[in-house]
Structure formats: C-alpha cells, structure tokens
C-alpha cells in the first residue's frame, strides 16, 4: 500500500469516527454544558486517531465490515483522549500543549479538566455496553468491554502511567522501561487490534495474533514518540517537546542512544509484521499503519 493509499484510508477513518463523535457527544446547552463543551473540544480538537483506523483495519482484515465497527472505534477514542486530559495535568506530566491547542486545564481549569476525563470515560463505557447491538452479538459486546476495560485499567494503560510516574528521577532499566510502555501505549494498541477481530467475529488464534500486532505496534509507535520528542517542534508536533527530558524520565534514546533506538523500531515492526503473517489475514492496511507509525513526522 502506498503512502497515498494509507493516508486516504486515515482520512476516511478520521471522517467515520469524528463524523460519528460530533453527532452522538453531548449538546453544549443545558446545565451540565461546560462538560460538553470542554468534551468537544477535547476530543474534537485533532488528533492523529490511529486506534480507530486499528479498530477498522483490523476488523476489515479479518473479514469484517468497518462501519458496524464506528461507535466502538469513537469509544476507543474517547478512552485515548480521556487518558490524554489527565496525563497533561499539573499533578501528571504538568503540559499546556495538546494536538496544537492549549490543553483543557489551561482551557477550561483543573477542575473542569479532571471531571471531563471522567466524562469522557464514562460514555465510552456506555456506548460500549450497547455496540455492536443486538441478543445475537450480546457475546461479542462483553468481550470488547472487558478487552478495553482491561487495557484502560491498571493492568494496562493506568498501571502504566503510575509506573511512569513513580520512576521520574530515578534509575529504570531496560525491562521496566519495556513494561511502562507496553501498558501505558502498548495496552490500548493490542486491544484496538484485537477489537477488530471481535467485532469481525474472527477465531480466537486470529483474534490473539492481531493483538499481538498491536502490542508490537504500541511499541513502535511509542519509539518514534521518544525520537520525534528529540528532534521535533511544538508547531510540528502539536505538544510540547523535550518534557520527558526534562521530567527526568527515561526513554529509549535516553537508555539507548538514537542510532540504535532506530534499529529497535525496526525491529519491532518486523515483528508486527511476522504476527500478521502468522495470522493468515489480508494485513496490508495493518502493516502500511505500522510503518507510518515508525516512520511518521508527528
């Protein structure tokens, strides 16, 4: 697939679920409308909405059709998006730059900023317990909640970022350094993968291949953040760059050097790429996803 072909596929991806997010998100009058509004804008405020496009690539690969997919993929989102609130607050990574705008405590205040993550949270939840609908698919609806439950709690995403937080300023090694990232990145990526599995009603060692595709491309994804943050601007990047540095975390380049963390991303997708090999499914999309993830500007 080619670079044009991949970045058509992302559009139309970023269409579905955004298209989907603006029409279903709460309306901005009524008393609780500072909440809405500051969802809105959160949510709708850009975005690259690379688990999403996993979520379609991934149930179409496996033989199913990715608009049945659209309210679980703009649940995955608000997931995402809720996790990026909170990870830009003061008593987190401290940041007042988001996908090129400012972020939503500096927008809206703390408190405002904490409750719309919650918000967020909550109503991914809900359309989760209602997608894909239907008595015949009521299995398929408990096995997506309690994948993406699962990657967004502590055994995934928020284990992750306590990790993060609790070895700022001190020595990491190479093992929780891998572990830090294959929940608080990684998590999400292997369950988007493997939701669109479920959702394409694909067997279970389908199903497990591509969430092991995901995880692999967590990984890539999360090295090209840590290269990306060496080099890039805030203009480019939409969010602050060097606060890892400067937080005293440890990164990939910061354990490894830049040369060699370049030949781990490669590595990694080589890997992802085995896994959807193995999986006998139709991966192009899949695998032209993972290298822009390494190979992307932003």
Known sequence: ???????????????????????NLPDVSGPAGTIAEAMRYAV???GKRIRPALVFAACEAAGG???????????IEMIHTYSLIHDDLPAMDDDDLRRGQPTVHRKFGEAVAILTGDALHTLAFEWLSRFPSGDDLAGRRTRVSTTLATAAGVAGMVGGQIADLEHEQRPTDETMLAWIHS??????????????????????SICADLR????????TFQIADDLLDLVS????????????????????????????????????????????EQSGVHAETLYALAHLALHRSR
Request: glycine share 12%; aromatic share 6%; no cysteine.
């Open 183 to 204: 929940h608080k990145t990684g998590a999400l990526f292997a369950a988007s993968s493997e939701v669109g599995g479920i959702l394409a009603g694909a067997d279970d």
């Open 1 to 23: 697939m080619s670079n044009v072909e991949v970045s058509r596929f992302l559009d139309e991806s970023r269409n579905r679920v955004e298209g989907y997010l603006d029409s």
């Open 65 to 75: 059709r990715a608009e049945a997919t659209i309210p679980v993929a703009a649940a």
């Open 44 to 46: 709708l405020g850009g």
């Open 233 to 276: 601007t805030a203009e480019t990047l939409g969010k602050t760059p060097g606060k890892d540095l400067r937080a005293g975390k440890t990164t990939y380049p910061a354990m490894f050097g830049e040369a060699a963390t370049r030949e781990m991303g490669e590595a990694s997708l080589a890997r992802a790429r085995a896994h959807l």
């Open 212 to 219: 092991a595709f995901g995880a692999e491309l967590g990984l």
